[in-house]
């Protein structure tokens, strides 16, 4: 049923910035409990920021200080300002959607960067940062 769906990616020079965008559809599509992840070629998919019903937020020590996640107030759409971006970012980037259960469990301690933790995911938007 859920529908996720992600604009802004393309390709940049390091240094510069993208904000990408994640609308969701559908009556389980969003939740009080969103993320990113990314995954670049060879490498597993991981978990970028992620953003929970009281406004708390978390991001991996990689895009920490740099990434911004925020979701509007009908948690309708999700977004991911990147900042300072670096060739290392490069990589395919998901927006995802806890179920109301998910969210009602560990959610609680903190947002949850681990796949397992969501239920919906979009299909990506390429992010390409050249050096």
């Known amino acids: 049923q859920a529908q996720l769906v992600e604009s802004g990616g393309g390709s940049v020079q390091a240094g510069e910035s993208l904000r990408l965008s994640c609308a969701a559809s559908g009556p389980t599509a969003s939740s009080d409990c969103m993320g990113w992840f990314r995954q670049a070629p060879g490498k597993e998919r991981e978990g970028v920021a992620a953003?929970?019903?009281?406004?708390?937020?978390r991001y991996s020590d990689s895009v920490k200080g740099r990434f911004a996640i925020s979701q509007d107030n009908a948690k309708e759409n999700l977004y991911l300002q990147m900042n300072s971006l670096k060739p290392e970012d490069t990589a395919m980037y998901y927006c995802a959607t806890a179920s109301r259960r998910q969210c009602g469990g560990r959610w609680l301690l903190l947002p949850q960067l681990t796949s397992a933790d969501y239920s919906y995911w979009g299909q990506g938007t390429q992010v390409t940062v050249s050096s």
């Open positions: 953003i929970d019903n009281i406004g708390r937020t």
